[in-house]
T-cell receptor
């Protein structure tokens, strides 16, 4: 069965510090992987996606993610966090026309 | 460009009352459409998806139903709401014609059942 695990429910980082959000997936076929961000009371916005090719993908707002097949991971990173990055982040996996399967999310808090 | 609308944005309903949430997509044709529910601390739960008019797949058996009366319209309904139906409801769409299509989300509807 397809599943996505985001081990960290809540992470707090200082503004300007680096960030890594973890995502592990279980998928029977070649996975397509996504990261979304959700601000309070809003819908989800796509940050980046991986389909094939270069395993390091760049997204919007200075985020990047690296696909590691051997570890079944797709961790999201940002070198320097801004206060406006405080939000909830969701990792998702899918393939072809099948609906995406989402992790439970990681809430990011940013402190001064 | 494509846009997705949901209404209402917020809704407060008594237990046992009916529900109708609407989602429409503009700027595309024959999209795949999805309804998700987001309850506190539980991530996104896929409720229904549709690959065409009148075609509905249910992922979770419950007192909710979905319909797709037009190509770009997706409706979530209930005859009698339960307290447990409270949550944030998100509609999403994707083209569905390419393996690499991306899923996009609407702004959501906050439903509170009292």
């Amino acid at each position: 069965a397809q599943s996505v695990t985001q081990p960290d429910i809540h992470i707090t980082v200082s503004e300007g510090a680096s960030l890594e959000l973890r995502c592990n997936y279980s998928y029977g076929a070649t996975p397509y992987l996504f990261w979304y961000v959700q601000s309070p009371g809003q819908g989800l916005q796509l940050l980046l996606k991986y389909f094939s090719g270069d395993t390091l993908v760049q997204g919007i707002k200075g985020f990047e993610a690296e696909f590691k097949r051997s570890q079944s991971s797709f961790n999201l990173r940002k070198p320097s966090v801004h206060w406006s990055d405080a939000a909830e982040y969701f990792c998702a996996v899918g393939s072809g026309n099948t609906p995406l399967v989402f992790g439970k999310g990681t809430r990011l808090s940013v402190i001064a | 460009s494509q846009t997705i609308h949901q209404w209402p944005a917020t809704l407060v309903q008594p237990v046992g009352s009916p529900l109708s949430l609407e989602c429409t997509v503009e700027g595309t044709s024959n999209p795949n459409l999805y309804w998700y529910r987001q309850a506190a601390g539980r991530g996104l739960q896929l409720l229904f998806y549709s690959v065409g008019i009148g075609q509905i797949s249910s992922e979770v058996p419950q007192n909710l139903s979905a319909s797709r009366p037009q190509d770009r319209q997706f409706i979530l309904s209930s005859k009698k709401l339960l307290l447990s139906d409270s949550g944030f409801y998100l509609c999403a769409w994707r083209y569905g014609t390419s393996l690499t299509d991306t899923q996009y989300f609407g702004p959501g509807t906050r439903l509170t059942v009292l």
